[in-house]
Nanobody, 124 residues
């Protein structure tokens, strides 16, 4: 069983920045690929970013490339999402997810554990 707890969301003006954190339980965090997804009101959950087990590979959806950075600290069992140059369309609940079989995928179905989400609201 893996528990994921996100934090760091909030209300921010367009152009601002936030750093989301996701704390994971378990002693095998370094064997999980991790991902961030988001869900805006009335929309389906969408892929944002993923990072490999060692952190040497990252992938982003096109709309966030150059503005979002995913990183991880395996010693702290944590994954982060640095969000810069926020736009109104980034408003959503952001979820972190763990793939315990190690695939850094953009497909939500590939993740077997999810956090409860943290709200990011961008005011224009």
């Amino acid at each position: 069983q893996v528990q994921l707890v996100e934090s760091g969301g909030g209300l921010v003006q367009a152009g601002g920045s936030l750093r989301l954190s996701c704390a994971a339980s378990g002693r095998t965090f370094s064997s999980y690929a991790m991902g961030w997804f988001r869900q805006a009101p009335g929309k389906e959950r969408e892929f944002v970013a993923t990072i490999s087990r060692s952190g040497d590979m990252t992938r982003y959806t096109d709309s966030v490339k150059g503005r979002f950075t995913i990183s991880r600290d395996n010693a702290k069992n944590a994954v982060y999402l640095q969000i810069d140059s926020l736009k109104a369309e980034d408003t959503a609940v952001y979820f972190c997810a763990a793939c315990t079989w190690g695939a850094a995928t953009s497909v939500a179905g590939g993740y077997d554990y999810w956090g409860q989400g943290t709200q990011v609201t961008v005011s224009s």
